[in-house]
């Protein structure tokens, strides 16, 4: 079946750094990727999306490309916030038909960043 | 006031209660999303409902009852609950159809069975 695998945290990094949270996946379609984020004590909020090869999702700094021929979606950022700390959680959609989706998420990777 | 809320925040009962979860969506969304999230695993899809209907039941115990009186509510009833059932229970609700849609979550209700 369908699958999401992130890498495992935590990540701990200075404020400034270089942020790479790697994402891969197996997929029998062409599912579209997301990276969701959730803030401590909060729900998951959509961080950016993709809905097809080599798109580009990115937002508040935040970047991942959708490499089919790798089959990974991984997150970047060039400079980080103490604010970034989070869980950050890739996932893929297949659509199964009607007016809902079907999301499969990796286990979610903690970020941690230090001032 | 937020998309998607949820209510209790907390909840705590005994193995024996019977309690429920609510979940408002104030987006127009048609259709809506049970998760269950524990420490160290993937979110896990419980139910989906789209119209109102129920389309996926993903092998989910009977002590979890879900309810779906109109498109902007939804009910997780529980009953008899194991401590295992432990876990952060998240609601989420999106709008129109296939892969491309994106799914706004609540913030959650976190729920501890002793």
């Known amino acids: 079946g369908d699958s999401v695998t992130q890498m495992e945290g935590p990540v701990t990094l200075s404020e400034e750094a270089f942020l790479t949270i790697n994402c891969t996946y197996t997929a029998t379609g062409y599912p579209s990727l997301f990276w969701y984020v959730q803030y401590p004590g909060e729900g998951l909020q959509l961080l950016l999306k993709?809905?097809?090869?080599?798109d580009k999702g990115s937002n508040k700094g935040f970047e991942a490309t959708y490499r089919k021929e790798t089959t990974s979606f991984h997150l970047e950022k060039g400079s980080v916030q103490v604010s970034d700390s989070a869980v950050y959680f890739c996932?893929?959609?297949?659509?199964?038909?009607?007016?809902?989706?079907?999301?499969?998420f990796g286990t979610g990777t903690l970020l941690a960043v230090q001032p | 006031e937020t998309g998607v809320t949820q209510t209790p925040r907390h909840l705590v009962m005994g193995m024996t209660n019977k309690k429920s979860l609510k979940c408002e969506q104030h987006l127009g969304h048609n259709a809506m999303y049970w998760y269950k999230q524990s420490a160290k695993k993937p979110l896990e899809l419980m139910f989906v409902y789209s119209l109102e209907e129920r389309v996926e039941n993903n092998s989910v115990p009977s002590r979890f009852s879900p309810e779906c009186p109109n498109s902007s509510h939804l009910f997780l009833h529980l009953h008899t609950l194991q401590p295992e059932d432990s876990a952060l229970y998240l609601c989420?609700?999106?709008?129109?159809?296939?892969?491309?849609?994106?799914?706004?979550f609540g913030a959650g209700t976190r729920l501890s069975v002793l």
């Open positions: 989420a609700s999106s709008q129109g159809q296939g892969a491309k849609n994106i799914q706004y």
């Open positions: 996932a893929l959609s297949e659509g199964y038909g009607g007016a809902t989706n079907k999301l499969i």
């Open positions: 993709a809905t097809k090869a080599d």
